[in-house]
């Protein structure tokens, strides 16, 4: 199967939304995975560069989905919430565990989580839309 431009948007718009909720999921049940089953403990899915990685994944994959789709729908609001997810995302490494403590880990990470796929969301809607009614790219 071969991507090109046009259809790469949907198909980056729907990965950004999926990593950003196994993000979510991440922050929430590993706690509780790593009290129900202790051996899940031991293959690093509980330290800082699962993080790191999921940032490294979900920065390119919502730079060129936003991208493609603001040039489509023009919605420059969509890519500001976008934009301040990913801030929110790569201050919680920045800031740490020591600075913030767990709950605000947690907080600033779900919130930028949150952020992302919401623009994502929105950005597949306003493409879709676009798709629709034949409006111009």
């Known amino acids: 199967m071969r991507i090109?431009?046009?259809?790469?948007?949907?198909?980056?718009?729907?990965?950004a939304i999926g990593l950003?909720?196994?993000?979510?999921?991440?922050?929430?049940?590993?706690p509780l995975l790593v009290v129900?089953?202790?051996s899940l403990?031991?293959?690093?899915?509980?330290?800082?560069?699962?993080?790191?990685w999921m940032i490294l994944a979900?920065?390119?994959?919502?730079?060129?989905?936003?991208?493609l789709g603001c040039r489509k729908h023009r919605q420059l609001g969509v890519a500001y919430t976008g934009i301040a997810g990913l801030v929110l995302l790569c201050l919680t490494p920045i800031l740490g565990h020591d600075t913030l403590g767990e709950l605000g880990e947690?907080?600033?990470?779900?919130?930028?989580?949150t952020l992302i796929a919401l623009s994502h969301i929105k950005n597949f809607q306003?493409?879709?839309?676009?798709?629709?009614?034949?409006?111009?790219?």
């Open 126 to 137: 306003l493409c879709q839309k676009g798709d629709a009614c034949g409006c111009p790219d």
């Open 20 to 30: 950003s909720l196994l993000c979510a999921v991440h922050c929430l049940a590993l």
């Open 41 to 52: 403990a031991t293959i690093g899915l509980a330290d800082e560069s699962f993080h790191t």
């Open 106 to 113: 947690k907080a600033l990470t779900l919130a930028g989580a």
């Open 58 to 67: 979900v920065i390119p994959t919502s730079a060129i989905a936003l991208t």
């Open 4 to 15: 090109s431009v046009f259809n790469l948007q949907p198909v980056a718009d729907k990965a």
């Open 36 to 38: 129900l089953v202790p």
